[in-house]
């Protein structure tokens, strides 16, 4: 009989990378799984759950840009159009900001989605405005600008458009080859120096991938979207990231080197990231999929972090130390000396921007 509370997860959740709706309570909300999530229940009672579908709600803010001052981050504003990810990245750092709305960073995280259709008007006026002043935006910094609901939204797209037009640079990161349902747009865009594309390749075992990123491309379609880039003449960028020890860090050198055999000339790499929520459903997750070898990838990760699971103050929680690290960087530096290629950032034109036209008036120049 199981105990009063939550009861234990014996098997994965088909096709979710989070595998229970973990709640937060960092800001006061109440504690919805003190008795035990509703899904834990429902295996319980009724085998294992059904499958989990997707909502999207529309939501219509007055800004699109988000303006950073962080010392960590090579860009200071990006675009978020969407809210939560279809993708389901286990370990990904966007989770927490659902809290904020009283939402599981775990399974409502991939479930209850949220996307902003009137992105590209609300940027027009904010480029329209005589104090702005260009710099590269960043997409997909948060979730995903190519997640499944991009294909019926087409937000990024329409943002792409008004950059294009308006000559504005931008950066876009994202899993999914679904990038390259914008290619004539990137490729004009290259031609004027106004954009760089960085995806991300996690591991090459497409099983392994089904477990950690259940519903991004496959690793094969990720390289092969990075070669079709850069055949295009699109600038690229293969990050090979997270890297988690003892799981995908073996891949690391096989993934520049394939990317390299694409024509990709520019490779970085992330550490794993485990800041609030996202920890104990990592943890979680490593229980249920890789429970033999859970113990050693926390301590890694642990000794790399100054002995917490995740460092969060500035300057160093993009930067592990530790004999771990220092190996990852050694390994990482000789894969891409090997490959040919660069460490150098893609730098983006922003000489050419031009304010776009609102309210119908035709520009005259």
Wanted: charged share 25%; glycine share 6%; proline share 7%.
């Amino acid at each position: 009989m199981e105990s009063a509370g939550k009861p234990a997860i014996k098997s994965s959740i088909h096709g979710r990378g989070a595998q229970s709706g973990a709640a937060s309570t960092r800001f006061g909300l109440s504690e919805r799984e003190a008795d035990g999530d509703w899904r834990d229940y429902m295996a319980l009672l009724d085998g294992p759950p059904v499958k989990l579908r997707t909502h999207v709600t529309e939501e219509h803010p007055r800004s699109i840009i988000s303006f950073n001052t962080s010392p960590d981050l090579p860009f200071d504003r990006s675009i978020n159009a969407y809210r939560g990810c279809e993708h389901g990245c286990v370990y990904c750092y966007a989770r927490p900001t659902h809290a904020y709305h009283d939402l599981s960073p775990g399974l409502d995280f991939e479930t209850q989605l949220y996307a902003k259709p009137n992105a590209a008007e609300i940027l027009r006026a904010t480029l329209a405005k005589p104090r702005y002043r260009p710099a590269p935006i960043a997409m997909g910094t948060n979730t995903d600008r190519y997640q499944p609901i991009e294909r019926h939204y087409r937000i990024t797209r329409d943002v792409l458009k008004l950059c294009l037009e308006a000559r504005h640079p931008v950066t876009i990161t994202t899993k999914s080859d679904r990038v390259l349902d914008d290619l004539d747009l990137l490729e004009e865009m290259a031609r004027h120096g106004l954009v760089a594309v960085a995806i991300s390749v996690t591991s090459l075992d497409p099983k392994l991938s089904s477990k950690l990123e259940p519903r991004a491309a496959s690793p094969a379609k990720r390289l092969a979207a990075l070669g079709k880039l850069v055949q295009a003449g699109v600038p690229t960028h293969c990050s090979v990231s997270p890297i988690i020890p003892a799981i995908t860090d073996e891949f690391m050198e096989e993934i520049v080197e394939r990317a390299g055999a694409f024509g990709v000339r520019s490779a970085g790499w992330i550490p794993l990231r485990l800041p609030h929520e996202v920890s104990p459903l990592f943890r979680e997750w490593l229980d249920v999929h890789f429970p033999e070898r859970a113990s050693k990838v926390m301590s890694i990760v642990r000794s790399i972090r100054g002995g917490r699971d995740n460092d969060p103050d500035f300057f160093s929680r993009m930067k592990p130390q530790g004999v771990w690290a220092e190996l990852f960087r050694a390994r990482f530096r000789l894969a891409r000396k090997r490959a040919g290629m660069e460490r150098g950032r893609i730098e983006l034109d922003c000489s050419g921007f031009r304010r776009p036209e609102t309210g119908g008036q035709l520009r005259l120049l």
